[in-house]
């Protein structure tokens, strides 16, 4: 092969490869990216249901209840504006508690429970997730608005 | 008064680096020789005011000096002595006078081994290593003093966290900062030779070793922190595709394309232009890994209480050294011209692909990784993007990636014979598929991953021992001892992708063979899981030196043969009141057992999970086996022949010394 040819072939090749990979990507990132909403924005979004998210919020005081089998929790995640009753099966990370910041990931049936999958671990106990503090700052501010409403 | 004598030390050290940064870099412009000369003992004495500060800092640590707010932030009088040295870098002040210790010591190793390095070369590579550390005093100084005072002193100290406190922390950071840390070595050499205009074999081969070094860190450190997650978060995962692990992983993809490139530059004289650009963007992923750790802008398992500020500060720091770098690398390289040509079937097209895949491979990581932050400045809702994304990718992607590990080393410079190579490799090949199809059957369960996953360790194994044994065999029509010609690099470069067919088959065999249950269990319950029989022995109280913990005791039988007696625990620490779940593993060379408590349900019942992990070991195993196959590489006489010559040649005059050392390393 000339030089010429050769290097069309290189760049043929690498393009090839580039479209591959492209595509490859983008059809991997389409089916693997998970949102996160807080109760509020996840009860006015129908189109949720059954499908899988995360969930996070504060775990309500007093909410959390063991099942029999020892294993399955049952709990509420609440942005002090609505709630959701989350449903767990297994081992909850060391540092969940009750009145803190949670994240849960599963899907929302139509029974209205959020069944969890995974329940997710912090390290720090004075860490709050960055989603579940502007979760709950924008439920307060829709919260704020509602009430300014009738003023008007 | 001793954290005030760190403090100032630290300004010291800035006051130093200001001049390292910019007189011998002025000196090698001008080509004013004492200039250039001034560039080690300034960076020597730099080294020393950062250790005199570190070890102030370990001083107040030692000696409970809870009036330092950094000590009584993450200090307690109960915390054993080894964990208030290791507390130094359990937090971020702390960590990044660590990186600080690390960056100077680099530059002390530079000054220190770089005797057969012409001067021009050594004070460029010495002061650009100094501005890189003016930017990171700045940022200490400024946004993350480990010395500020706390006023009047805490009674006690709030302790460190639980999570830290274990043999992990002791290691982990430092082997991951010298990895980090060390790619600026490489940087400062690839941005001293677009300065000087010398971009050839020799500038490739003193890249080489430091490379390789800072390579076999950053696999230590990753590995041992991919070990430390697996057993102490209780969760039994090693790799969770978390940012702050993906941070790290970046690097050392890039790392490892650099190593390849780095060989055939000095081999070949080719890809030059490629190889400086490897070498910025390996180090501006570790800028990068250091600014998404330290600013807490992603959410990640391993996120601690984070300061948005700080974060801005190392952004800022990675936008002016990658602009920079790449202006500098825009304006020069062009003139850079790779000598020599290949063909399209050639051991360099081979390590092209190599470099190809190991860069989107990258890429695939970095996108994955900031995507949530892109899509939430766009103003878009923040995704996250979890583990299967990276899972899918990183299959197609490194499946080529093996297949040439166990191609490329049989491929010839410029030209090689594919038929030839095809003819030769097809029973390596065949016995890899033969693998493939029937070791699956053998173990009991047979699905595609595996059988990929078999495939191409076998692959690799098969290839390394027929190149072996070629080798021999050569040696023996020759009438020479087996093996007498081989270089350590060889050996070392064998022995690291021998460590990657390992490492293949412990994901393989993990991911296709483990066993993970979350069960109820009352005292005298027994549960099998993959042949093994757990008998739940209840729960009782125990203490430690800063915990109060709840001591289970799970039997292990088989076939009626006790195995071992595990201890898991559920700890509370004392100073926090923080629960903590240590797991406990029972390690043999084909499995681990793992055992971790838990919630008390009642009467004495708990939640226990059990997790059967065959051959997990062998990930990390693999790891150090590639760190191993690193240091017989970096061990290699031809790199150490140029310093020989020099001292044999410096009596009679002291001639340019890169002269000298190119003429040895011409022939060997």
């Given at each position: 092969m000339k030089p010429r040819q050769k290097r069309m072939a290189f760049l043929a090749l690498g393009l090839v490869g580039l479209a591959v990979i492209t595509a490859l990507v983008l059809n991997a990132l389409r089916g693997n990216m998970v949102f996160f909403y807080s109760p509020s924005e996840a009860l006015a979004n129908i189109t949720l249901v059954e499908h899988k998210f995360r969930l996070g919020g504060l775990v309500e005081d007093g909410s959390l209840v063991r099942e029999s089998d020892g294993l399955t929790v049952r709990f509420i995640v609440t942005d002090l504006t609505k709630s959701i009753p989350v449903v767990y099966t297994g081992i909850l990370p060391?540092?969940?508690?009750?009145?803190q910041g949670v994240v849960a990931q599963g899907t929302l049936g139509l029974d209205g429970a959020f069944h969890a999958d995974e329940v997710l671990a912090k390290h720090d106990e004075t860490y709050m997730p960055p989603e579940v503090a502007e979760g709950l700052e924008r439920a307060k501010s829709a919260r704020g608005a509602t009430s300014d409403q009738p003023g008007i | 008064m001793i954290p005030e004598i760190g403090h100032f030390a630290l300004i010291m050290a800035l006051v130093m680096a200001m001049v390292q940064g910019t007189i011998p870099l002025v000196g090698a412009a001008t080509g004013v020789t004492p200039w250039m000369r001034l560039a080690r003992p300034v960076a020597q004495g730099q080294f020393l005011f950062i250790v005199i500060a570190f070890v102030c800092l370990v001083y107040s640590f030692l000696m409970h000096d809870f009036s330092v707010l950094y000590v009584a932030m993450h200090s307690n009088s109960a915390l054993p002595w080894y964990y208030r040295i290791a507390a130094v870098w359990g937090g971020h002040e702390g960590s990044m006078l660590l990186w600080m210790l690390m960056l100077s010591g680099w530059t002390f190793a530079v000054s220190m081994f770089s005797r057969n390095l012409p001067d021009e070369m050594v004070s460029r590579v010495i002061s650009v290593l100094g501005l890189i550390t003016i930017g990171f005093l700045l940022f200490v100084l400024l946004t993350s003093n480990p010395f500020t005072r706390l006023l009047p002193a805490a009674p006690d100290g709030q302790d460190l966290n639980p999570l830290l406190q274990d043999v992990g922390l002791i290691l982990h950071p430092p082997l991951l900062y010298m990895g980090y840390v060390g790619f600026s070595v490489v940087f400062a050499f690839a941005i001293a030779s677009l300065l000087g205009g010398r971009l050839d074999a020799a500038w490739a081969r003193w890249s080489r070793p430091w490379t390789t070094t800072a390579w076999i860190f950053l696999t230590l450190g990753i590995a041992l922190g991919s070990w430390w997650a697996y057993y102490e978060l209780g969760w039994g995962g090693w790799w969770f595709w978390d940012s702050v692990e993906n941070a790290s992983f970046m690097p050392w993809l890039v790392g490892t394309a650099l190593i390849h490139s780095l060989a055939v530059t000095e081999k070949r004289g080719v890809f030059r232009s490629w190889t400086v650009l490897l070498a910025i963007l390996a180090f501006s992923l570790s800028l990068l890994g250091t600014f998404l750790v330290r600013s807490g802008v992603l959410t990640s398992v391993h996120a601690f209480a984070t300061d948005p500020q700080r974060g801005l500060f190392v952004l800022g720091l990675l936008v002016v050294v990658v602009g920079s770098s790449l202006l500098l690398f825009a304006l020069r390289a062009p003139r850079v011209k790779s000598e020599g040509s290949f063909a399209g079937a050639s051991r360099e097209t081979l390590l092209l692909v190599n470099n190809v895949l190991l860069v989107v491979a990258m890429a695939t990581v970095l996108l994955g990784t900031l995507y949530p932050l892109l899509a939430d400045a766009l103003g878009f809702p923040k995704p996250s993007v979890g583990a299967p994304y990276f899972e899918l990718l990183f299959v197609p992607l490194m499946t080529p990636l093996v297949f040439l590990i166990g191609l490329a080393p049989f491929a010839r410079w410029k030209k090689a014979d594919l038929p030839a190579m095809a003819v030769r490799l097809r029973w390596a090949f065949g016995c890899a598929v033969a693998v493939a199809l029937l070791l699956p059957l053998v173990l009991g369960k047979w699905t595609p991953m595996i059988a990929l996953g078999l495939l191409l360790a076998s692959w690799v194994i098969v290839t390394i021992v027929y190149a072996l044994v070629q080798r021999a065999r050569r040696a023996r029509e020759l009438g020479t001892a087996p093996f007498a010609g081989t270089t350590r690099s060889y050996w070392g470069m064998q022995l690291a992708h021998f460590g990657i067919a390992i490492f293949i088959i412990g994901v393989t065999m993990v991911k296709g063979f483990e066993v993970e249950r979350d069960l109820r269990m009352d005292t005298g319950d027994t549960f099998n899981v993959s042949g093994y029989d757990f008998r739940f022995d209840g729960v009782a109280e125990h203490s430690g030196p800063n915990y109060a913990a709840m001591r289970g005791r799970v039997q292990v039988l088989r076939d009626g043969r006790e195995v071992v007696t595990m201890h898991p625990e559920k700890r509370v620490y004392s100073a926090r009141g923080m629960p903590m779940t240590e797991a406990a593993i029972d390690t043999t060379l084909f499995r681990d057992l793992y055992v971790s408590l838990g919630e008390p349900v009642d009467n004495g019942a708990w939640s226990v999970r059990i997790y059967y992990k065959p051959f997990v070991s062998w990930i990390w195993g693999g790891c150090v086996l590639m760190a191993l196959g690193g240091v017989l590489t970096v061990s290699d006489r031809r790199y150490r022949i140029a310093v020989k010559q020099r001292i044999k040649g410096e009596s009679p005059a002291p001639a340019q010394p890169g002269a000298v050392a190119l003429a040895a390393e011409s022939h060997s």
């Open positions: 060391d540092l969940f508690r009750e009145g | -």
